[in-house]
């Protein structure tokens, strides 16, 4: 493939990192309006007619484990909620309520990343929760295998739903400064068991539509998204 082109398809890939669906459905509470911070994530809100989730905050401790079970294959994910606190805390959340079940990565480029987390087969849009702080500067790089949020490009803090997983080591995705351009997108844990599950992924046919340039011929199902630890 032509530097050229690859270099345009990876641009309009780094376009669809900003959210092409995960419309926000709720307020966020005062405590997430402010950028992140050393404080300590709030417990999520969750809708009155939902049923209660208790879900637990995330321990500096430890590393979460959820397993992507995906019509390629399982994906092992760990979690580092020290380094990204409120960005595991509402990935989790995603997880725990199901959202994820029954979801396609919509964008796919070998090489570069796989998109998901906001529509079905048919392509109905999935609502997200409220934007959360971006946590880019934690000092974690997009390399492969990492798993990281997809956000606006002129809005910092923008993630609600949706996240890529780098296939290759994209510096390009870093934090490297203050302004939106330079943020970069924020890393929050990286994939330990599955990455040839993930390699066959990036290798499906893929087509340009309306909606998406580089969309899978051949569907790529997130079947589920379990907590195991």
Not at 31 to 51: G, H, I, L, M
Not at 213 to 223: M, W
Request: aromatic fraction near 8%.
């Amino acid at each position: 493939m032509p530097r050229v082109w690859k270099s345009q398809l990876r641009l309009a890939i780094l376009a669809c990192l900003a959210l092409a669906g995960c419309s926000s459905s709720e307020a966020p509470p005062p405590e997430e309006q402010a950028t992140a911070s050393s404080e300590k994530p709030a417990a999520p809100k969750t809708k009155a007619a939902d049923e209660p989730i208790v879900l637990e905050e995330p321990n500096t401790e430890y590393y979460p484990i959820v397993a992507l079970k995906t019509s390629f294959g399982e994906l092992t994910l760990k979690l580092d909620a020290k380094r990204a606190p409120r960005t595991v805390n509402n990935f989790l959340h995603y997880v725990q309520s199901g959202h994820y079940d029954q979801t396609i990565f919509h964008q796919v480029q070998e090489g570069y990343v796989v998109l998901g987390g906001s529509y079905a087969p048919d392509l109905t849009e999935k609502d997200g929760r409220y934007p959360i702080p971006n946590e880019a500067d934690n000092g974690l790089k997009n390399v492969r295998g990492t798993i990281a949020m997809a956000r606006q490009p002129d809005e910092i803090d923008s993630a609600t739903c949706q996240f890529f997983i780098n296939l290759d080591d994209n510096t390009n995705l870093d934090h490297r400064g203050e302004t939106p351009e330079e943020f970069g997108f924020c890393v929050f844990g990286e994939v330990i068991k599955g990455m040839e599950v993930l390699d066959k992924m990036s290798r499906v046919q893929v087509e340009p539509t309306e909606q998406f340039e580089q969309f899978p011929v051949e569907t790529v199902l997130l079947e589920t998204a379990r907590r195991t630890r």
